[in-house]
C-alpha cells in the first residue's frame, strides 16, 4: 500500500532536464566552439548552437553557520558566480563534465538549458555567462545577448557574422 504523503512528495520533485545526460558535451557546440577558437566560425553561428544546446552549472557547497568549535553547523549548495578585474560577475557553465572537472572535480553537476542558465545569471546579477573557464575554449555571453538568450527571443542571422535578437510579439520586455 502507498503512503499518500509520500506519493505526493514523489510528485513534488521535478524530474531531471536531462535524464538520459551522460555529462559528455553537445557535439555540435564542441565543434562550433573548435571553430570559432581557429576563427573559422563567427560568434554568431557559436550562439545559435548554444541556443539549443545542455549546459551544465556547477552547484558547490558554502559554508553556513559554524558551532563553537568551528566546525560545520549548516551548508548551503550554490551556484558559482566569478567575480572579474572590473568587478562584473559571470556565472560559470560548461559544456561537459569534463570541462567542470577541469576547472573544479568536486562540483556537482547540474544540466540546464542554455536559456535557462542565462536566466539564472541575469537573476544573480550577473553581467555575463562564461562556458569552460579552464577551456579548451572559453566562451562568454554577456549584454544584449545574455538577455536574449535569458528570455528565450529568437536570433536571426543579420549580416557577415552578425546576428540580432527577435522579440516575440506581445512581449513587451526590453534588455535595458
Known amino acids: 500500500m502507498t503512503d499518500p504523503q509520500s506519493e505526493q512528495r514523489r510528485r513534488d520533485i521535478a524530474a531531471p532536464a536531462y ?8 557535439q555540435r557546440l564542441v565543434d562550433v566552439l573548435g571553430r570559432y577558437a581557429r576563427r573559422q566560425a563567427t560568434y554568431a553561428d557559436a550562439l545559435a548552437v548554444l541556443l539549443d544546446s545542455r549546459l551544465i552549472v556547477p552547484v558547490v557547497a558554502v559554508l553556513g553557520e559554524v558551532d563553537e568549535r568551528g566546525a560545520d553547523k549548516t551548508a548551503d549548495m ?3 558566480l566569478l567575480t572579474g578585474a572590473d568587478g562584473r560577475q559571470a556565472l560559470l557553465t560548461f559544456t561537459s563534465l569534463e570541462t567542470m572537472a577541469a576547472w573544479q572535480a568536486d562540483a556537482r553537476p547540474v544540466g540546464v538549458p542554455a536559456g535557462d542558465a542565462a536566466k539564472a545569471a541575469l537573476q544573480d546579477g550577473a553581467a555575463a555567462l ?6 579548451p575554449v572559453t566562451f562568454v555571453v554577456e549584454g544584449e545577448d545574455l538577455y536574449g538568450l535569458g528570455a528565450g527571443w529568437n536570433l536571426a542571422q543579420v549580416g557577415d557574422g552578425r546576428s540580432a535578437w527577435i522579440r516575440p510579439a506581445g512581449d513587451s520586455a526590453s534588455a535595458e
Open 78 to 80: 550554490a551556484t558559482v
Open 130 to 135: 562564461v562556458l569552460d573557464v579552464a577551456g
Open 19 to 26: 535524464p538520459d545526460d551522460t555529462g559528455a558535451g553537445d
